[in-house]
């Protein structure tokens, strides 16, 4: 089973730059595609930020492109957003997905705890 814990998380003011983490732990066959996900307000569906795939092809939501960047480290299975310039509307609840293959459980997906974002101006 795999687990994911963000980091990094908390309060950046409009202009600033805040770096997320997500660690992928336990048993790792392989891991696809990582992404990170929002939530804002609590309670309302999760929207996609950004994903990047096992070989580094990385999707942008149109709302974050330019300001935000996404990256991984497969060597240890770790998945990194870099928001620069971020706006109050960024504000919400970060959380990690990873899409993971296993041979003897096939294909899951992971998310982690999820971590809060506030961005003020």
């Known amino acids: 089973q795999v687990q994911l814990v963000e980091s990094g998380g908390g309060w950046v003011q409009t202009g600033g730059s805040l770096n997320l983490s997500c660690a992928a732990s336990?048993?790792?066959?392989?891991?696809?595609?990582m992404g990170w996900y929002r939530q804002a307000p609590p309670g309302t569906q999760r929207e996609l930020v950004a994903?990047?795939?096992?070989?580094?092809?990385?999707n942008i939501a149109d709302s974050v492109k330019g300001r935000f960047t996404i990256s991984r480290d497969n060597a240890k299975s770790t998945v990194y957003l870099q928001m620069n310039s971020p706006k109050p509307e960024d504000t919400g609840v970060y959380s990690c997905?990873?899409?993971?293959?296993?041979?003897?459980?096939?294909?899951?997906?992971?998310w982690g705890q999820g971590t809060l974002v506030t961005v003020s101006s």
């Open positions: 997905n990873a899409n993971t293959y296993d041979p003897s459980q096939g294909y899951s997906e992971v």
């Open positions: 994903t990047v795939s096992l070989s580094s092809t990385t």
């Open positions: 336990g048993f790792i066959f392989r891991i696809n595609d």
